[in-house]
C-alpha cells in the first residue's frame, strides 16, 4: 500500500470542509450548519455528519458561548433522522474526542454499525469505546467546566486497540473482530425483518383505513386514535431545548382499529323487499344459532 504524504494527510484532513464549503453531499443545510451524508466511510445503515459553518476546529475547543450552536446542530440531527425509517434510539448522536477531521462534525449514526467501511477493530473502538463522546455529555461538561478535556494520546491509542468487543445491544463479547461483526449482522437482520413486517403491517393499515372511511359512513366504526410520537429522555441538568418533530414514517404505524364490517347491512336491506332474500336470510339465521347453541 502506497505510504501516504503530510501533504495527502492534510487533505484528507479537510475533506469534510471541502465538501461543505462545496456544498457536495449536503441533505439539509441553515445559515449556521449542515447535514451531510458521509458517502466516503459510513460506519452504519445511517451514518451522517452535522457540521457548524463556524470554523471551529474540534469537540475540545467548544465553549459555552456555544451550546446555542450545538442546540441548532441537535435540532438538524432530529430532521435527518425523521427522514430514517428508524426511531431516534436507535442512534447515537455524538462527536469524536480525537477527531482526525480538522473541523468540528457531529455523528448522527445508526447504532448497527452494519456497513462495509467498518473493517477494523479502530472504527468500532471509535464509536463504542469513551473515545465517543455523546451530545448530553458534551453540554453537560460545558456547563459544568466550561470546556471539553482532550485525550492523552497514549489514553487514545490504548482505546482505539481495545481488544475486548463488546456488543453495544446485548451480552456478546468477544476479542475477534470478525466475530463481533457477525453477531451485528445478525442484530441488523433482525431489525431488517421487523422493518419489513412494520412496513407490510402500515400497507394493510393502508388498506384497512381506506375501508375504515367508507364503512365510517355507515357509523361502524370510531376515527382511530392518533400514535404519540416517542420522545428521547434528556438529562435533567441540560437545558437545552430538544425537540422531536413527528415521524412521518412513525405516523403510519397507528395501532389497528378493529374494524366492524357492517356484513349483513345490505343483506337484511335487500331482504325487506325480496322475498326469496328473506328466506335466504332467516335460513341463514337459523344456521347460525344452530351453530352458536351447540358450541
Ligand atoms: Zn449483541
Known sequence: MQQMTNYDIEQERELLTRMLEAGKNIIIETDQAAVLRNVKWPKAEFHYIV??????????ALKPQHLPLLDHMMELANQIIEKTPL??????????????????NMHVISNDFHAFHMQRIE??????TELFIDFQAVCALLLAQGSVEPMSAAKVKELLLRSELHCNRCEFVDKNFSKLKAHLYQHWTKRRAMMDMTKSIANTHLDLLHNHTFNARLGAVGVPPRILVPVRPLAAYNPIRIQFQPNPCRAQLQPIVPIIKPANLSWQANAQSNPTAKQAYKKQNKTANNAYNTK
Open 123 to 128: 472504527h468500532w473502538n471509535i464509536f463504542n
Open 87 to 104: 426511531p431516534p434510539n436507535e442512534f447515537r448522536i455524538g462527536f469524536e474526542i480525537d477527531s482526525f477531521m480538522n473541523r468540528l
Open 51 to 60: 457540521m457548524p459553518k463556524a470554523p471551529i476546529a474540534r469537540v475540545t
